[in-house]
């Protein structure tokens, strides 16, 4: 797998499609605003393979396909809340029955018996976060959601790009997205402590200040969502052989 052809093209792709297009950038910026529904429609586009960028148009299909990846999401999430709710229920009960005088024994009670699950949970997660993403793009090119949970036909894909090959890609994509959004954020934090130390500014200006990084995150929230999907759909596509 040429994993440096595959950013190239997903560099190249975000590049023409959003960000020498400013009104398209401006569209996704408002279908990110819309609970994020249509932009999720966009990157259904996208996982279909559609090349060029498509146009943000035909905003109620946008809106439509967008709750169909956001359910088939959903139901993907439902075994880690299951566990999340067995493992930290105790905790929760104990708050709710008002007992704060044995508050700390109660969470303490709570989190020791249930640290296998907590364990359980992250590895649910782990294996979500490897079926998903070909889950997604199989689900946008048939349009069924039985075949978003076709298990024997995501693996035989995933076995198909090679496992090694398909965890590799996942972590690049992770690094690349996750790192710049990391220091972005923190930095922006760092920045803000120092200048709310050094000048002692008012609440008024905090909330300036977060309202900022706030415009800041949006702003790129579309080449990082296009920029992700498109090098997605090309690992996607690197299980069908060329010819």
Known sequence: ??????????????????????????KLIIAILCLGIPMNGYV???????????????WGTLFVDGLKLMIVGLIYTIPVFIIWAIAYGSIFLAVLSGSTGHMDSAMVSGWTPHIGLVLLMYLVEIVLGL??????IRFARTNNFSEAFNFSAILATIKKIGWINYILALVLIALIIGIPIAILVFGFILLGGIIMFMFKVSTIAILGFIIALVIIILTLAPLFTVFQARYMTRVYDSAVPEG
């Open 131 to 136: 079926i998903v993403p070909v889950a997604s």
């Open 1 to 26: 797998m040429d994993f440096g052809t595959m950013l190239d093209d997903a560099f190249a792709y975000t590049k023409q499609g959003v960000f020498e297009n400013a009104n398209r950038w401006l």
């Open 44 to 58: 259904m586009r996208i996982y279909r393979g559609e090349h060029p960028a498509p146009e943000v148009d035909n």
